[in-house]
């Protein structure tokens, strides 16, 4: 993997400008809604996690057409994809499992009897075709035994059993509503929209294209990238919550803090623009009270502005009331989105990733280009 790759900051900007209209933004708020997010994701934050998965993606596909054309192929198969993917026996593991999963249910769907089900998962007829292709290719590259032994690791996933445990508490309070769509959201894939998925990469414009195999660990790829950024989001989430009495409260990031008071103005509806000037309505002093008016004044007939008619009084308190109303609909809506994954959470979630030493850097991909890791592999 020899590409250059610049920050994730950047590259989500220089990605969405070169992208086709094809957007996953509604189906990753789904997603991210059956990954631990609240019912109704942040649209902003949705669009920032279809950036980064793009951008990883879009990477990655460069990396494995890098490793395709060095064996001589014309298109980018589920070797090269393995290849990249070999130094992180966990994440290999899971996908190697999800590729177990794919021929079994290929077998279901061809209506093998359930007596054929139960065979040795490495048989080698065709309907193993995934699991056999992944074996003999690792163990044409294995020297050690370390990559073949993963087909025997039974040890269970410590990420995945993390997500169904979080997906328990989640539906605890839910109706029978609420439950149908968050089962909804759960079945949500990029595989079950292979088109769509390909036009999102642009594969069509690509020298060496994915063949089908490929494009299905792709998009397994791409919704662990989600499911990673969700769990990556919600520690930081929760690290971010003020908690009564903890002596390390004010040691805060100061790039969340940047980012999250960049996103609060935007969330209130409001202006990011700081009113500096000196004469500004914010920085005048309040005026001086004028003492009432005497009792000749008055008997003369002098009564003061806004005294008569109905633009005095009763004006200024419709105002305020209306002020009470706007700021009590902003404070609803702030709370509405409180329980959701802020921006900032996934900006503070990928820069921690990219340390090399911090509280994530046991999560930290084995792979890393330029100040980037790659969260699928």
């Known amino acids: 993997m020899s590409s250059t790759v610049a920050s994730p900051m950047s590259t989500v900007v220089s990605s969405g400008s ?15 809604f059956s990954l631990g997010d609240a019912r109704r994701p942040l649209h902003e934050t949705a669009v920032l996690v279809e950036d980064i998965v793009h951008t ?15 064996r001589g192929a014309r298109v980018i198969s589920a070797e090269d994809l393995l290849f990249l993917m070999r130094k992180d026996k966990k994440k290999l593991r899971r996908l190697l499992k999800y590729m177990f999963f794919r021929d079994y249910k290929s077998k279901i ?27 003999d290719f690792l163990n044409s590259i294995d020297q050690t035994g370390e990559l073949l032994a993963i087909f025997e690791d039974d040890e269970i996933d410590d990420v995945k059993q993390e997500r169904m445990e979080r997906a328990e508490r989640q539906t ?8 149908a769509e968050f089962c909804e959201s759960r079945q949500l894939s990029f595989s079950k929209k292979a088109s769509k998925f390909r036009d999102w990469l642009d594969c069509s414009s690509m020298e060496i294209k994915p063949n089908a195999v490929a494009m299905e660990i792709l998009a397994y790829l791409a919704y662990e990238t989600v499911a990673q950024l969700v769990d990556l989001a919600l520690l930081v989430k929760q690290d971010m919550t003020p908690k009564a009495g903890d002596p390390f409260s004010h040691a ?9 008071n960049s996103t ?10 700081v009113k500096t000037s000196l004469d500004s309505p914010e920085n005048t002093p309040p005026p001086t009270p004028t003492p009432p008016a005497s009792a000749g004044q008055q008997h003369l007939g002098k009564t003061p502005s806004g005294a008569l008619g109905n633009g005095g009084i009763g004006q200024d308190s419709t105002k305020s009331k209306q002020r009470k109303r706007k700021k009590s609909t902003a404070a609803c809506g702030i709370e ?27 999560f930290t991909s084995a792979y890393r280009r330029n100040g980037m890791t790659f969260l699928a592999c």
């Open 252 to 260: 805060i990031s100061a790039t969340f803090i940047q980012y999250h």
């Open 18 to 32: 070169g992208r086709k209209s094809t957007s996953f933004t509604p189906e990753l708020q789904s997603m991210m």
């Open 109 to 135: 769907v061809k209506g093998i009897e359930e007596d054929d089900l139960l065979e040795d998962k490495f048989n080698s007829n065709n309907t193993n075709k995934r699991q056999k292709l992944a074996q």
């Open 336 to 362: 509405a989105q409180s329980d959701a994954i802020q921006p900032s959470h996934i900006r503070e979630a990928i820069r921690r990733y990219g340390h090399k030493i911090g509280p994530l850097s046991p």
């Open 172 to 179: 605890r309070a839910m109706d029978s509503v609420q439950y």
């Open 264 to 273: 609060e103005p935007h969330l209130l509806g409001q202006s990011t623009s």
């Open 56 to 70: 990883q993606l879009i990477n990655l596909l460069q990396q494995a057409a890098e490793v395709s054309q060095m």
